[in-house]
């Protein structure tokens, strides 16, 4: 947060803002506050952390100081803020953990919104102060009854929050506010590569730029910020205009609003609202649409710096302001030292290129007037997104109509529209049509068909999606026609619009998100047991406040160096040569590593032939490393590799999608490729059964896009090749083993370490290594230690994602829709190397039926190799995108027999009991009993009338209802890997040190694992402490991965204090009232060992492919959930209205972190089938290289309701305190 002291208005303001993105030369004169000056666990908590870490706001916490920033910006300035204000303040915000659900009940408790609803629910209990309206009183109508739940059953209980007293906020500093010299100082900063000048006066502005005239001006940096460090560009002079007045004045004109260049996005939208709240509504209309737009343009941090100037002059074609800019003739002043002043329209000429204008490089942007309009004038633009939340326009566009007076005939009409051309472009053969006709359906398809004349887009264009972008063209033109047909039709009664259309123009519903969690809290006798307790995730409160220590928060070491990567550039190609030469001679470098430097036998990521640490002959995917720059920090080890000269042969094919590898039958081999199971009869089902559907289904990869981005620090112990590596990774005994082969060293010399990693989803089981190995390699030879945490567009590069799936299905059933049988195929398209690809497969292959009971089956998956990077393990581990194969076919088979598709899935649905196609028995599987309380708890029939009453209602906005169940086996199917360890010490003072094999990532697993500690020895979790996964207490885990680690860590962690408890029984039993310490003390004089390891193997027998017979999995896991979709047809844009899931987690042990772990797993489902898209070139570049083009699930997304149940009374045998996963 930055504060600044307004001397205009005398009163501090505060923004929340990117830190990334903030040159600290433009901090001068402001006040910065960080999640570590509000509150801390070591004082007080400010109430934005404490609630965040109440709310179970809190997972991996990585994304967390952020969202704590945002909120508490938010209240310096409003301490009573609405919903409203909380949607724009987050508008900038990610999460990956949460699903955002915790974080908007957390911080409603701050709103007003929320006071109204305490009150309602005190009216309406008899405790509250009665308004004269009675139980009319609308307090009561707006929904009392979501809080008035009983406290006992929820995951937080906000009567215990602290209150919120913006009088206790720290002062902003006096200095700035009593003096105004920082303000008035004429500054220039001196740097190696960087002069940056910050002048007070426009003359002196004007001759900087006349003697620099390739100068950059800089005011929010958001589009510099980003040249400079994605795009490597050099701007050596910047010069910040922030306090030349003409540039940041807003003068008021008869014509309309001169705003200066510099002016923020948000002051720019604060005026603007004041002069539409004082000025006749008709004469606003273009600033209503700024103001409109500018709620949608990025997010609440970019506009607080961002100027209205940078936008204008940056000419992006998908600028959000430039085409209202250009539909509305708005007047532009420019300035120079050598020509003066000069006034120019924006129309289709100020656009000379791509990013290119009209303006003189002498010349600087100083004011921009808005201009009013006539009374008989309109005025519309719309923006369509891929996330409507801080996303870049697709298309977008602005209409600007004027009709002869008291009349529909147009007068003149401009268009125009952005993402349609390399510029914000005009449709002049469409006005011209136009102009002198009436606003009519005549007219309209006549704007139709020229608008598609004036908009041409080759196919080739960049950005793709040639025919959705022509078709939003029109839409738009379609909905600004109704929009200015409602408001004609006010004065001119002959203009008419059916009630149907309106759905057209009104946006999405915009509620207050509301949500329920159901669970059972299991009454104990114990005042120690915590087991089915929500209680909070260890780590929460030093997350709000930021003290947690992540890897890269690890200080700095003496001597440390960085790690840069070289990486591959092409999909398929020889290498040539790799030129290191210029790169070593910078300063600050030290040494450059390649496949030159391993032998070749030591140069693999493991023992298999699949994968090399550094490619030395043969690059088949973009991103591959070939070789490592170390230097003495980032920006030089970047800066380093970057000159490293390599040069290629390119080699054919590129093999980049499903369908390439299918062509060229380029297919792994070196173990079972394709994956085969089958059972029954099924050629003989398809030659007999009444009927038979084939189909198919696709989906796109998925970036992980854990917040924080692969890390590792090794430090090298200078004695016995001995390595301490700190890594964010999932697999710390996978890192201590890759890297002790790459180095040729015993595992016992490479301890790995991990405290907590900033989410993993999979992206962390196995990748990690392909950054430790190098680091590793470079610390031993340099004897200094390496860090490095990839940038996030390397990190999407080089690490792959979660694999794109083609699915092929035949299905065979009888007039009731029962599945008789079904031929499937499987290909994901694993990347240049195997990795898991393999194992992905088998999950797929063990999950294409879902829920559904097949009797003949033969399902065959192949593992494709492609020149793209590996693809790895992610959430679902294959299994989302083949059930969602399955999903299709029930759905296929419904549509042909004509029945309720609702109907054909209960059909099918497995019975407890029944067997599997890979002959496994469903125990402990309740898929009914999810199903049928889902149905109930939706209210699904209901709701489906009510869906079709407003499909029949309204033409543009359609709604659709739909109910989905899934099943997931729990386990490793290799078998080995369903082992685990756990180790612990007590020290004399009775404190534990406990330790266990899972690396917590969020997903509350040290939690959970204090609460079997605690609950087995009959201790508070306050006396247990887990500090760390170490590869030196318990050695040779499994990754923390496949929704088994609370299971078999939790079942170590319980032997260990088992054999703990059976050590203090004589103690206990001799002091039978003594305490804890007591019995430790005695146990320790009686020389008892007071430490221990613990074990558990799971007792799954494993599966064996060539009898199709054994056990895949310890037990399953099921969960069905309703959601209720509106989609706008007009643009394909969609909301989620509703989602209402059942869920079997047996009795959760932590009904807080499963519940978060449920909202959070659904978003990100949701973003995979919604949302999210890797897109590749045809040479295999990836295009969505960060959050800009791949675009995360925001706040804005989660469903308006969100209802989360456990079922109840299903206990799990098989796994630890009767839990699942
Ligand atoms: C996360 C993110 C989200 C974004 N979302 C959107 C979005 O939704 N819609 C959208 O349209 N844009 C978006 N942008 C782009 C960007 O924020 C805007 O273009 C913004 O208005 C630029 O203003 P700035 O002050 O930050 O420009 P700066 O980076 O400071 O400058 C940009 C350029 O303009 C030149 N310049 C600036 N002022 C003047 C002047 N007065 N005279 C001459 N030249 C000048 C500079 O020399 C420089 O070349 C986004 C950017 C980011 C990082
Ligand atoms: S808690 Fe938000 S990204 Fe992990």
Known sequence: MISKYDRKLQKVNHFAINACLAP????????????????????????????????????CGFCTPGIVMSMYTLLRNHPKPTMKDLEIAFQGNLCRCTGYRPIIEGYKTFTVDWEIMQNATALANGNGVACGM???????????????????EALFKPREFVPNDPTQEPIFPPELKLYDTLDKQNLVFKGKYVKWYRPTQLDELLELKQKHPDAKIVVGNTEIGVEVKFKHLEYPIRIQPTLVSEMTDVVLSEHGIKIGAALSLQNVEDFLREQISIQPKYKTRIFTATVQMLHWFAGRQIRNVAAIGGNVMTGSPISD????????????????????????????????????????????LISITIPFTKENQYFYAYKQARRRDDDTAIVNSAVNVEFENHSDIIKSIHLAFGGMAP???????????????????????????????????????????????????????????LAISEELQRTLPEIKIEEKD?????GFLDKIPKSSQYFQVLPTQEKINTIGQPILHASAFKQATGEAVYCDDIPPMINE????????????????????????????????????????????????????VFVAKTVTSQGQILGVVIADDQAKAQKAARTVKVTYEELQPFIISIDDAINHKSYFTGFNNPKVIEKGDVDKVFETAPHIVEGESRNG??????????????????????????????????????????????QNRVITKVKRIGGGFGGKEHRSAIVAIPAALAASRLKRPIRCMLDRDEDILMTGGRHPFYVKYKAAFNDDGRILGCETYLYNNGGYANDLSEFVMERAVFHFENTYKIPNVRVVGY???????????????????????????????????????????????????????????????????????????????????????????????????????????????????????????????????????????????????????????????????????????????????????????????????????????????????????????????????????????????????????????????????????????????????????????????????????????????????????????????????????????????????????????????????????
Request: glycine share 8%; charged share 20%.
């Open 502 to 506: 309106l759905s057209a123009i009104t």
């Open 423 to 481: 510029t914000t472009v005009t449709a002049p053969k469409t006005s011209k049509l136009l102009t002198g006709k009436p606003w009519n359906r005549e007219t309209l398809d006549l704007a139709y068909k020229s608008i598609i004349e004036d908009l041409p887009l080759p196919p080739s264009a960049p950005g793709g999606m040639i025919q959705f972008r022509r078709a939003l063209t029109l839409s738009f033109f379609f909905r600004a026609f």
């Open 701 to 746: 990869a998925q970036e992980h896009f854990y917040l924080e981005t692969q890390c590792v620090l090794v430090v090298p112990k200078n004695e016995d090749d001995e390595l301490e590596v700190f890594c964010s990774t999932q697999y710390p005994t996978s890192m201590s083993k890759l890297i002790s082969h790459a180095l040729n060293i015993p």
């Open 561 to 612: 160096l960085y790690m840069g990567f070289v990486l591959s550039a092409k999909a398929h190609a020889n290498i040539l040569s790799i030129d290191p030469s210029e790169a070593l001679q910078m300063e600050g470098v030290h040494a450059f590593f390649s496949a030159k430097d391993l032998p070749e036998d030591r140069n693999k990521i493991g023992k298999t032939d699949d994968e090399v």
């Open 24 to 59: 600290v030369c433009a901090m001068h004169g402001l006040s910065v506050t960080t999640v570590e000056g509000i509150g801390s666990t070591k004082t007080k908590l400010h109430p934005v952390q404490e609630r965040m870490a109440k709310a179970h706001g809190s997972q």
């Open 321 to 364: 302001l430039n085409q209202i800019f250009v539909a509305s003739k708005t007047e532009l002043e420019l300035q120079s030292k050598r020509n003066g002043c000069r006034k120019v329209i924006m129309n289709a000429n100020f656009f000379t290129g791509y990013r290119q204008n009209i303006v003189n490089k002498d010349e600087v």
């Open 863 to 1221: 593992v494709c190799k492609t020149n793209l990077p590996s693809n790895v393990a992610m959430r679902g581990f294959g299994a989302p995108q083949s059930m969602l194969a399955s999903e299709f076919m029930v759905r296929r088979i419904a549509e042909y027999l004509n029945k309720d598709i609702v109907d054909v899935c209960r059909l099918n649905l497995y019975r407890d009991g029944d067997i599997t196609h890979y002959n496994q028995k469903l125990e402990y599987c309740p898929i009914e009993r999810c199903w049928d309380e889902c149905m109930v708890s939706s209210n699904f029939y209901t709701r489906q009338k009510e869906v079709d009453k407003y499909n029949r209602e309204n033409r543009w906005k359609k709604r659709g209802i739909s109910i989905v169940p899934t099943k997931y086996g729990i386990g490793f199917s290799r078998i080995h890997l369903n082992q685990a360890g756990a180790l612990i010490h007590i020290y004399t003072d009775g404190s534990v040190l406990l330790t266990h094999g899972g690396a917590e990532m969020g997903q509350g697993l040290h939690t959970k694992m204090l609460q079997i500690a605690s609950t087995v020895l009959g201790i508070p979790i306050s006396k247990i402490y887990i500090s760390e996964t170490s590869t030196d207490k318990v050695p040779n885990t499994s990754p923390t991965a496949a929704s088994f680690s609370s299971d078999i860590n939790g079942m170590a962690v319980m032997n260990a204090c088992e054999i703990i408890n059976q050590r203090l029984e004589p103690y206990k039993k001799v002091n039978p009232k003594g305490k804890w310490e007591e019995w430790i003390s005695a146990a320790y004089f009686d020389r008892v060992s007071l430490s221990t390891t613990g074990f558990y193997k799971s007792p799954c027998s494993g599966y064996d492919w060539k009898t199709n017979s054994g056990d895949v999995y310890l037990y399953y896991t099921c969960g069905v959930a309703c959601s209720e979709v509106e989609i706008d047809c007009l643009t394909g844009d969609h909301q989620v209205l509703r989602t209402d899931i059942v869920m079997d987690v047996g009795e959760s042990m932590n009904p807080a972190i499963d519940v978060g772990q449920i909202e959070g797993a659904f978003m990100q489902g949701y973003g995979m089938y919604m949302l999210e898209e890797l897109l590749y070139g045809p040479d295999g570049t990836i295009y969505t290289r960060g959050p800009g083009a791949y675009k995360l699930p925001g706040f804005n997304n989660i469903p308006l309701e969100f209802n989360v149940s456990f079922l109840k009374g299903a206990p799990n045998p098989r796994a630890v305190y009767s839990s699942k996963v």
């Open 134 to 152: 009675g139980d009319k009183c609308c307090k009561l109508q707006n929904g009392c009854k979501e809080y008035d739940k009983n406290e006992d």
